[in-house]
């Protein structure tokens, strides 16, 4: 099956520091990725939908200038988190889908972030 | 009002046994799709099954089936003869929207159940 790797698989950082989370599909050009948050023990809230060379969508309630989101390539998503704080402590997961139309898509292993 | 509802926080099953894992959703869509994945405590998203509104078999991958109710609009997860390495926390997920459109493919998740299988 395809493959899509995140980087870094988890991170510790001071508070007011910006971290940067890396999607990468691996063997399949990703015309949409998708980034999620989740909670220990919680379920899967998506934050944003990122399409190559355009805006992300953002979901209504997540800050575009806290997550900023760049699809660059067909390949490459990343999701920065700026001037991080505890309360962005959290599992953050991103999946890609192959093409327009499929349903087909494939999660990254996620990156727990930990600020203190 | 939640989209998806998985009302069982957990579930207990014994090895080898089956066990049902409810997911009823919501949508004024016609064009759907539903899905089920496994996250071990690792945390990655292990895709299971998948099914279509407009497929008219029920989906089956393996010891996984789905049992897809349309009127009901629901969509449970049946795992046949359980092992050990299927305790984990299990979602059910669905898609809407119309192929093609930009935010295509954005699922929305249930709340999850724990699966607990024992020896």
């Known amino acids: 099956g395809a493959v899509v790797s995140q980087h870094p698989s988890w991170v510790i950082c001071k508070s007011g520091t910006s971290v940067k989370i890396e999607c990468r599909s691996l063997d399949f050009q990703a015309t949409t990725m998708f980034w999620y948050r989740q909670f220990p023990k919680q379920s899967l809230m998506l934050m944003a939908t990122?399409?190559?060379?355009?805006?992300?969508?953002?979901e209504q309630g997540v800050e575009k200038d806290k997550f900023l989101i760049n699809h660059a390539s067909l390949t490459l998503s990343t999701l920065t988190v700026t001037s991080a704080h505890p309360e962005d402590s959290s599992f953050y997961i991103c999946s890609a889908r192959r093409g327009a139309g499929t349903d087909t898509q494939y999660f990254g292993p996620g990156t727990r972030l930990t600020v203190l | 009002a939640q989209k998806i509802t998985q009302t069982q926080p957990g579930m207990f099953v014994q090895e080898k046994e089956a066990v049902t894992l409810d997911c009823t959703y919501d949508?004024?869509?016609?064009?759907?799709?539903l899905f089920w994945y496994k996250q071990p405590s690792s945390g990655e998203m292990i895709f299971l099954i998948y099914?279509?509104?407009?497929?008219?078999q029920n989906a089956t991958e393996g010891r996984y089936s789905l049992n897809f109710q349309k009127a009901r609009k629901s969509a449970n997860l049946v795992i046949s003869a359980s092992q050990l390495g299927d305790s984990a926390m299990y979602f059910c997920a669905m898609r809407e929207g119309y192929a093609g459109g930009t935010s295509y493919g954005k699922l929305t998740f249930g709340q999850g159940t724990i699966l607990t299988v024992h020896p």
């Open positions: 990122s399409n190559e060379g355009s805006k992300a969508t953002y």
């Open positions: 099914q279509g509104s407009y497929d008219e």
């Open positions: 949508t004024s869509d016609q064009s759907y799709g």
